[in-house]
């Protein structure tokens, strides 16, 4: 399972921006702040859907608009 370090460092990467990542793996933009703050204590599902929408982003070009 993907930590949140790694999926920041994986979304910085390939200059997604946070929003778009959210939107692709219908994950609340305040999930994902909330994960961030704490480093990581949340729910397996969350982070295969956060894994999920990056491999998803990235095979169709990766960078987002915003």
Aim: aromatic share 4%; charged share 35%.
């Amino acid at each position: 399972m993907a930590d949140i370090v790694t999926i920041e460092m994986r979304r910085k990467a390939a200059g997604i921006s946070k929003n778009h990542l959210c939107r692709t793996a219908a994950i609340d933009r305040g999930t994902y702040s909330r994960l961030q703050k704490v480093k990581g204590s949340g729910r397996a599902e969350t982070f295969d859907k956060l894994d999920k929408a990056l491999k998803a982003i990235a095979e169709r070009g990766g960078r987002s608009d915003g």
